[in-house]
T-cell receptor, first 115, second 114 residues
């Protein structure tokens, strides 16, 4: 059972465009939703994260939108640059409860930003 | 402050051999997690360890896989009698506390089973 579903699988945009990556979750006990950025041959690096008590969080050019009732959250990258080309993973975990250390990941989105 | 270190970065094994993957957590971190990334898949939790203790191994295959985090030295993920399906990237993360929001990932070990 895939608890976090991510789409699209791949995405190509032009420089300056605003790619949007979507994730949906099933477990209503999740209360922490991070996004990770992974470059080829590297480990995932935390990009930005949100908790369900807010509907939006912005850090630099990266914004998370969160819809608790729909159990969905998305990543928007403003003014995208070729250097943003990477694989992006959404994830979820429970900060309270017995498995507060366990991250559940989506399958990833390969983003290509053309110059 | 060095990040999480994993070695080797690439490991090639023939079917039936043993694979040993090592993870040195960030300085001051006593919590270690192992995740596996199969081709075109997201990372999947395998095991969570603290020094000398396995806290949660619910994501580990029941056979051939084991993990340890001794009092001294790195954490070790051991795969005995490897099969082609074990080919994957194995990532280690560490944290100073028992929460997902403090995990830092290493660069991974890419295991190829011939």
């Amino acid at each position: 059972q895939q608890q976090v579903k991510q789409s699209p699988q791949s995405l190509i945009v032009q420089k300056g465009g605003i790619p949007i990556i979507n994730c949906a979750y099933e477990n209503t006990a999740f209360d922490y939703f991070p996004w990770y950025q992974q470059f080829p041959g590297k480990g995932p690096a935390l990009l930005i994260a949100i908790r369900p008590d807010v509907s939006e969080k912005k850090e630099g050019r990266f914004t998370i939108s969160f819809n608790k009732s729909a159990k969905q959250f998305s990543l928007h990258i403003m003014d995208s640059q070729p250097g943003d080309s990477a694989t992006y993973f959404c994830a979820a975990s429970m900060r309270s409860g017995g498995s507060n250390y366990k991250l559940t990941f989506g399958k990833g989105t390969l983003l290509t930003v053309n110059p | 402050n060095a990040g999480v270190m994993q070695n080797p970065r690439h490991l090639v094994r023939r079917r039936g051999q043993e694979a040993r993957l090592r993870c040195s957590p960030m300085k001051g971190h006593s919590h270690v997690y192992w995740y596996r990334q199969l081709p075109e898949e997201g990372l999947k939790f395998m095991v969570y360890l603290q020094k000398e203790n396995i806290i949660d191994e619910s994501g580990m295959p029941k056979e051939r896989f084991s993990a340890e985090f001794p009092k001294e030295g790195p954490s070790i993920l051991r795969i005995q009698q490897v099969v082609r399906g074990d080919s994957a990237a194995y990532f280690c993360a560490s944290s100073p506390r028992e929460y997902a929001d403090t995990q830092y990932f290493g660069p991974g070990t890419r295991l190829t089973v011939l």
